[in-house]
């Protein structure tokens, strides 16, 4: 059993940058592929970025990919998203999803979720 705690959301202005957080509790963080999911009013969750066990492989999607920056810390049971450049499109509450996983950009592939944090993108 894993349990995920996001924190680092906020309002920002576009252009701007934030950094988000997901703590793991338990052993076995380090067995696991990492991610960030988002939903957005109106809108189905959508994959954002995930990363392998141990760091080495990372996946975006297209309309992050060169703005966001996934990246993990397994002494710390901690994975983070850097957003930078952040624009009105990438309002939503960011997921934190853990699990062993076959497909890194399909949330049925997670079996642990976070409550998620609030981003708001002001234009």
């Known amino acids: 059993q894993v349990q995920l705690v996001e924190s680092g959301g906020g309002l920002v202005q576009a252009g701007g940058s934030l950094r988000l957080s997901c703590a793991a509790s338990?052993?076995?963080?380090?067995?696991?592929?990492m991610s960030w999911f988002r939903r957005a009013p109106g809108k189905e969750r959508e994959f954002v970025a995930a990363?392998?066990?141990?760091?080495?492989?990372?996946y975006y999607a297209d309309s992050v990919k060169g703005r966001f920056t996934i990246s993990r810390d397994n002494a710390k049971n901690t994975v983070y998203l850097q957003m930078n450049s952040l624009e009105p499109e990438d309002t939503a509450v960011y997921y934190c999803?853990?699990?062993?996983?076959?497909?890194?950009?399909?949330?049925?592939?997670?079996?642990?979720w976070g409550q998620g944090t609030q981003v708001t993108v002001s234009s």
């Open positions: 338990g052993r076995t963080f380090g067995t696991y592929a």
């Open positions: 999803a853990a699990g062993v996983v076959w497909n890194y950009y399909s949330d049925s592939a997670y079996a642990y």
């Open positions: 990363i392998s066990r141990g760091g080495g492989n990372t």
